[in-house]
């Protein structure tokens, strides 16, 4: 009797992608490894994705599309802007390396297109030049992305040295050991902030505010030099 192959759709070949860059990151990940997951052949994949690259944009879209559906506008340009920064954060924290494929991809994608001109939209009431409004979305997303993604690079580092230590080892004990090796001159300040536990805050909501309000003050600041002009 011929073994039946597979029954396999766009839907399943992204589901199976998200799984396949949650375990293995986005450095591992080929269409080889994602056909042995489907159990199929590599080729089979091109008739829904023309290539990998192709396959990333879908999957960025598909982001883009979640980050519309959760996101909900109120209140003036900072409120707004504030909350699509949580939304896209909460986002890209729910599906594995999504920073990097938004990162990596072009806006030739419908839903990606809709999420730019919805943060676009958010700073449109601002006396902003129009190329100065573009550089306030760049620059929102750009520090939501790296904060994303450093964090998940962070976790990951982490994972790594209690794989190869142990569940006992402690993440900072080699950076204590090298901070040791070193002059107050060159480390003092770093080694004093390093063990009071400041790094202790990366990725923490505390560390994401901060950074955010950083970035929308400085944009208020430049909207009143813009409106006494």
Not at 180 to 191: C, K, P, Q
Request: net charge negative.
């Amino acid at each position: 009797m011929k073994k039946q192959q597979p029954q396999i759709s766009e839907d399943k070949i992204m589901e199976a992608s998200w799984e396949l860059l949650g375990e293995e990151g986005i450095e591992k990940f080929s269409m080889r490894r994602l056909a042995d997951r489907l159990g199929i052949q590599a080729p089979s994949l091109y008739w829904y994705f023309k290539s990998k690259q192709n396959l990333y944009q879908r999957l960025a879209n598909q982001v883009s599309k979640i980050i519309l559906e959760e996101y909900h506008s109120e209140g003036d340009w900072k409120e707004q802007l504030t909350g699509l920064a949580v939304t896209v954060r909460s986002v890209l924290g729910r599906y594995p390396c999504s920073t990097q494929l938004m990162m990596s991809t072009l806006p030739h994608e419908p839903d990606i297109i809709r999420f730019t001109n919805r943060m676009l939209l958010c700073v449109e009431s601002t006396p902003l030049e129009q190329d100065q409004k573009m550089q306030v979305v760049l620059t929102l997303m750009n520090y939501v992305f790296n904060f994303v993604l450093d964090d998940y690079e962070h976790q990951r580092n982490v994972s790594a040295i209690l794989k190869e230590h142990g569940a006992g080892a402690l993440p900072g004990e080699e950076m204590i050991s090298l901070l040791n090796t070193m002059s107050e001159t060159d480390s003092g300040l770093f080694r004093r902030m390093f063990t009071n536990g400041l790094f202790e805050l990366m990725g923490t909501d505390k560390a994401f505010e901060f950074g955010l309000k950083l970035i929308l003050l400085g944009t208020e600041q430049v909207i009143k030099e813009q409106e006494k002009m």
